[in-house]
C-alpha cells in the first residue's frame, strides 16, 4: 500500500497533539523524574522509556500514512454492474460518491472522500481510517500507548509517593493513567472485534466476516504467523488472495 494523508485539518490538530503528548509524556518522565530521583542507575529505565515511547509514536506514523485500503477508483463514469451468475448472490453495491461498485466489507469515509476495504473506524488521533492494511498499526500503536502511558503513570505516582510529594495538580500522571486506560478499553473492543471478525461499522450493522478463530484472524490482521514482524509497525505482507478473502466475505450475524 502507498503512503498518504488526509487533508482533514481537524484530524491532523489531533495527530499533532498526540505527538505532543506522547513527546511531553516522555520529556517530564525521563528528565524530571527519572534522572533526578535514581541518578546513573535511572539508565535502564530510561533506555526502555524510550523504545516505549518511539514503538508508540511509530506505530502512530505507520497507521496515520499508510493507505487503509482505498478501493481504487473508476475513470469517472459510473461503473457497469457486473453480471451476477447466481440468483442467490448477494446484491451489488454501489457508492454513490465513488461512483465504482464496492467489494462487501468496504465503506465509503466522508473524512477520506474514499471507499475503505475493510472498514472499521475513521480514527481522529490517527487522521486515518482503520482498514484493511493499517489495522495492524493501529493495533500496535494501542499497545505501546497504553504501555508508555501506564508505565509513565506508576513511575510519577511512585516517586511522589517515595518522596513524599504531594499529588496536587499533578497533570503528568493523570493524563498518562487516562490515556493509559483510553488506549487499554480500545485494544479490548479491537480484540473482541477481531475474535468476532467484525468491523466497527459491520458491528452497527448487524453483519461480520465469517466465522473464525482469533488466531487466525490475527495471523490475517498482522500479515503471517507470530514473529518479529508482529512487534512492529512494518508493511503488511498479504497475498492477493489475502487480501480479496479478507475484503470479500461478509455475512449477517
Not at 520529556?27 to 523504545?51: D, H, M, R, T
Not at 461498485?101 to 488521533?125: E, F, G, L, N, Y
Not at 503513570?153 to 500522571?173: D, E, K, Q, R, T
Request: a neutral charge; aromatic letters at 8%.
Amino acid at each position: 500500500p502507498s503512503m498518504w494523508l488526509v487533508a482533514d485539518p481537524c484530524g491532523k490538530n489531533f495527530a499533532i497533539a498526540t505527538h505532543i503528548l506522547l513527546l511531553s509524556t516522555d520529556l517530564v518522565v525521563s528528565g524530571c523524574v527519572l534522572w533526578p530521583w535514581l541518578g546513573a542507575a535511572a539508565w535502564p529505565w530510561i533506555g526502555a522509556f524510550q523504545v516505549s515511547y518511539v514503538l508508540a509514536a511509530w506505530a502512530h506514523l505507520a497507521c496515520m500514512l499508510t493507505d487503509p485500503g482505498a478501493v481504487p477508483l473508476g475513470d469517472g463514469e459510473d461503473e457497469a454492474l457486473p453480471v451476477e451468475a447466481e440468483v442467490d448472490a448477494p446484491p451489488v453495491r454501489r457508492c454513490r460518491h465513488c461512483r465504482i461498485v464496492k467489494p462487501a466489507r468496504a465503506h465509503h469515509c466522508s473524512t477520506c472522500c474514499r471507499c475503505i476495504s475493510k472498514m472499521d473506524h475513521h480514527c481522529m488521533w490517527t487522521n486515518n481510517c482503520v482498514g484493511m492494511h493499517n489495522q495492524k498499526h493501529f493495533l500496535l500503536f494501542l499497545v505501546y500507548t497504553c504501555l508508555h502511558c501506564s508505565a509513565a503513570g506508576l513511575a510519577v505516582l511512585i516517586y511522589f509517593a517515595v518522596n513524599g510529594v504531594s499529588l496536587g495538580p499533578a497533570a503528568v500522571p493523570l493524563l498518562a493513567c487516562y490515556f493509559a486506560r483510553l488506549t487499554a478499553s480500545l485494544l479490548r473492543e479491537q480484540l473482541g472485534a477481531l475474535r468476532r471478525n467484525q468491523t466497527g461499522i459491520e458491528l452497527l450493522q448487524g453483519s461480520c466476516g465469517e466465522p473464525r478463530e482469533l488466531a487466525e484472524t490475527l495471523r490475517e490482521v498482522m500479515g503471517g504467523p507470530p514473529g518479529w514482524r508482529w512487534l512492529l509497525p512494518v508493511p503488511v505482507r498479504r497475498g492477493n488472495q489475502q487480501s480479496k478473502r479478507a475484503a470479500d466475505e461478509s455475512h449477517d450475524c
